[in-house]
């Protein structure tokens, strides 16, 4: 169970940010290990703290997520660079700040409404209903006080979201803004177009072997082999230790317990009751005595529904004969709470004295699904728990390992033996890139450190990921070289025929344009040529032209002239003569209603957008000078 929800959610991150949240959230479920005091500060913004444990877990599920997202940043130094680790941080910053905002202008978030968001989550929904299994489940997946923690968080995410919202909905919209937004996106641009395929002009066959060696050689520079190292290396790996663990049958009863209080706390009641008032010209014992009257009644059979229209003093619930439909826990008054979740169903209660008068209340159903058996989420806890354990054992592993590294500076075979793993060998790999192991930025950079490579040393204890540590050292080096032609002449002969093809379409379409000069008919005319027409608008829904040509329709205007006659090459290498015909004004009076209001909130989201920039930006100037970037 627990597994199929981390599947369904792909991460706390994907649910966390469909559900609410627009400034990125700072990455959680890393189990504390230390007291917060204790770990090193990175910036400390009113009573909050930016540790350096935080903003590396951010960090590394930033990297993580990069790489999914682009696989071929892998191969770079961006990720590791100082300019990302610093854009990591920022955006930290300004979270922390954000929260900080929130906090001096006392934004709310209560109960009801974070128990809405979690209920709107696709991810604890079954067939587009609210599952209170899954979502008790997953509560249970974080530990003890996973609820809690859940909500807490929502909240203060709600809370960020409140405070970027207030600027936005405070933003000055001018009618005039609305107006020339509208104007732009509806001018009507009229143009002819024609497209030269360069694919029309490949022919690798006309690529001699002299050509291949002409190019390789006139571009060697392009076709050296960088400097290569390979390396030997540790690896310590959180998943590994959690795999050896064993976890014993009573703990596993214990976080089946906690299981169950988190599902029997979450559970809703549907209820109905009696209300009877009192203060102001009420008269306290004679309700009393009303109250109880009526639960006499009800006890000899009277209809609860019926005794609600006709005496509840709720104008709320009375015509519905009482219901107050479906209530969580906490959602009514302390009294009335304390009742109605001890009451079993069907039961009416005795009267119930709250600060609203008298109340005879009863449970019409328990809104609770089965509690899964610790057998069905034995393999599930066992999982869970065999994880939180790693993840002290983890840390103190790779605070033994960094010092037997110091301490043992020319082998890994020390480390090795003392924590009982692996020495492993790479292949060879250069600075940008590398396989297995050396696909990280991290170690490549340690591998071609001046400490690996000259002096010989262990490298420093490297995160690859959260809760994977790598060391590693010299193994062999290969200077740069030149490839073999023959392992790149293939490649050398897609990129003469590419650039071949490419010139020659460029060549035509130039061709087209002078014969344009004289007479534009003769190239509508020509059967060898494809002349399209076109109108198009920013409000399309449906355009005609890929978004390449778009793009550069919308950048021409016509001024003085009657015609404007422009080229490029796209992408793909074709060449486009475009011929701009005519600019018109769009009809604002046909622009749908749901047009015009989009078009407001994008320039109130942007007015509000900059306001609320321009204060982050001035409380971040008043916080930089503490910040420790010897920490990052």
Not at 582 to 599: C, E, F, M, R, Y
């Amino acid at each position: 169970m627990l597994t199929e929800i981390r599947d369904r959610s792909t991460g706390l991150f994907a649910w966390f940010i469909a559900a609410i949240i627009i400034i990125p959230m700072a990455f959680f479920g890393v189990q504390q290990y230390a007291s917060t005091e204790a770990r090193p500060t990175i910036i400390e913004i009113g009573d909050q703290k930016i540790t350096q444990q935080e903003y590396q877990a951010r960090l590394t599920q930033a990297q993580s997520i990069a790489r999914e997202q682009n696989p071929a940043i892998a191969n770079t130094d961006v990720l590791n660079s100082d300019f990302y680790k610093k854009q990591i941080l920022q955006g930290l910053v300004d979270q922390t700040l954000t929260s900080h905002i929130a906090n001096e202008y006392n934004y709310q978030v209560g109960d009801k409404a974070v128990d809405k968001i979690i209920a709107n989550d696709p991810n604890f929904q079954v067939d587009g209903k609210f599952d209170q299994n899954l979502y008790n489940v997953f509560a249970a997946s974080r530990g003890p006080g996973g609820a809690s923690q859940i909500k807490s968080e929502l909240r203060s995410a709600s809370l960020r979201q409140q405070a970027v919202s207030g600027y936005q909905e405070s933003a000055l919209v001018l009618p005039s803004e609305v107006r020339e937004l509208l104007e732009i996106q509806a001018e009507k641009r009229t143009f002819d177009l024609i497209t030269i395929k360069q694919s029309d002009y490949n022919d690798p066959e006309g690529v001699s072997e002299s050509d291949i060696a002409d190019h390789y050689q006139a571009n060697i520079d392009q076709y050296m082999l960088p400097d290569r190292t390979s390396i030997s290396y540790l690896e310590l790996d959180r998943s590994t230790i959690a795999e050896s663990l064993t976890i014993e049958d009573d703990r596993i009863q214990e976080l089946y317990d906690e299981y169950l209080e988190g599902f029997i706390g979450d559970e809703t009641r549907t209820a109905s009751h009696i209300l009877l008032s009192t203060g102001g010209d009420k008269d306290d014992d004679e309700q009393k005595a009303k109250i109880e009257d009526l639960a006499a009644q009800l006890a000899n059979g009277a209809d609860f529904s019926e005794l609600a229209k006709a005496n509840s003093e709720d104008p709320g619930s009375a015509a519905n004969g009482g219901s107050l439909g479906e209530l969580s826990r906490e959602e009514m008054i302390a009294e009335f709470d304390e009742v109605l979740f001890s009451l079993e169903q069907g039961i009416v209660s005795e009267p119930v004295k709250t600060e609203f008068g008298y109340h005879l209340i009863r449970v019409d159903s328990i809104n609770a699904t089965q509690a899964d058996s610790i057998e069905d989420l034995r393999t599930e806890l066992e999982f869970e728990e065999r994880s939180r354990l790693a993840e002290d054992l983890v840390v103190q592993q790779a605070e033994q390992l960094r010092n037997v590294l110091f301490e043992q500076a020319d082998s890994l075979d020390g480390a090795a033996q003392e924590l009982g793993l692996t020495v492993r060998t790479t292949a060879l790999f250069s600075r940008e890139q590398g396989a297995g192991v050396a696909l990280n930025d991290a170690v490549r950079s340690a591998a071609f450190s001046e400490q690996v490579q000259s002096d010989l040393l262990n490298s420093d204890l490297i995160e690859t990921a959260d809760g994977v540590y790598v060391a590693l050292r010299k193994l062999a080096f290969a200077p740069s070289e030149p490839e073999k032609l023959a392992e790149v002449s293939d490649q050398i002969k897609q990129t003469i025929t590419s650039e071949r093809a490419i010139a020659a379409a460029k060549a035509a379409g130039d061709s087209v344009i002078a014969r344009a000069e004289g007479s534009w008919q003769s190239i509508v005319d020509d059967e060898e040529l494809t002349v399209t027409n076109n109108v198009i608008s920013l409000i399309d829904t449906t355009p005609t032209v890929n978004a390449e040509v778009i793009r550069e329709v919308i950048k021409l205007r016509l001024d003085d002239a009657s015609v404007k006659v422009h080229s490029f090459t796209d992408s793909a290498g074709d060449f486009n003569v475009i011929r701009l015909t005519q600019v018109a004004p769009g009809n604002l009076a046909a622009i749908s209603q749901q047009v015009k209001d989009s078009t407001r909130s994008l320039i109130e989201q942007r007015n509000g957008g900059a306001l609320f920039q321009s204060y982050l930006k001035g409380l971040n100037d008043d916080f930089a000078d503490g910040i420790n970037e010897d920490l990052l």
